[in-house]
């Protein structure tokens, strides 16, 4: 099941800097597993949001091209310090993880 | 306009009708959230993830600032930086022209997100890296060449 994914998010000016590390295996489905030579079925992050006080920002699908374990970055205008950024995705095989910060 | 009509058509009976419409600008993106762009993410090549994007004949772009490395040693982590600095940026795309599948991701953005979107991405060989921008209902793109020594995809 999923695990824990990291948000951080601070100001720089009136911009803000949010880094998102997520934590998944980004299977493309073409990998063989090296001991049973069998494909690793695909498993990999399909959708992501992100929102800052309820007000989404980012909506990115994503491909079976993201690396293992997925970062992203996203700059947005208009937020201040305190504010609550939102992080969901949701993976191909239905599983689904969220996480939230303070932007600081 | 025709090439989007017939989009729009061919895609009626399958998920990928809504993903498109919305690359097409024929809905608002609030109405389409969870729908994975199907088509544009399994095509196998720039061409088709292009028509499954909707784009049609991007213009080529010098406000498309694409960061990544010259040469890349290990192709399964690759960073790469978008930045358009196109007022009205509401999209962007990611591809690695000659991956197996070349879409890599794409982002929407509203509520005040800047042209600008960093990410790791998979690269199974050496290739251009493309982005592609919509702003203002029109499409610009911008490529730069990634060398891979070790490709990333299978392995």
């Known amino acids: 099941m999923a695990e824990p994914m990291r948000i951080r998010a601070t100001m720089a000016g009136d911009v803000a800097d949010v880094k998102v590390l997520m934590n998944h295996p980004m299977e493309t489905g073409l990998r063989k597993d090296a001991k049973t030579g069998q494909l690793v079925p695909a498993h990999f992050i399909q959708d992501v949001t992100a929102t800052i006080n309820g007000a989404t920002v980012l909506n990115a699908d994503f491909g079976t091209g993201i690396s293992k374990n997925p970062y992203l970055g996203f700059k947005v205008k208009g937020p201040k310090k305190g504010d609550k950024v939102v992080v969901n995705w949701v993976d191909n095989k239905g599983d689904k993880n969220s996480a939230e910060a303070t932007i600081g | ?155």
């Open chain 2, 1 to 155: 306009m025709n090439a989007l009509r017939r989009n729009v058509l061919k895609g009626a009976a399958g998920a990928g009708t809504v993903a498109i419409a919305v690359a097409a600008g024929l809905l608002k993106p609030t109405q389409a959230m969870a729908a994975w762009n199907k088509a544009a993410f399994e095509a196998k090549n720039v061409g088709d993830a292009m028509k499954g994007l909707g784009v049609a004949g991007p213009a080529d772009s010098k406000e498309i600032a694409i960061k990544a490395p010259d040469i890349a040693e290990n192709g399964s982590v690759v960073p790469v930086e978008v930045t358009s600095s196109i007022a009205g940026t509401t999209s962007i795309a990611i591809l690695a022209e000659k991956n197996g599948t070349p879409l890599v991701g794409t982002y929407n953005l509203s509520g005040g997100a800047e042209g600008y979107i960093s990410t790791r991405i998979k690269m199974g060989q050496t290739s251009l890296v493309r982005a592609v921008v919509n702003a203002g209902g029109k499409s610009y793109t911008a490529a730069k060449e990634v060398k891979v020594t070790i490709g990333g995809c299978g392995g």
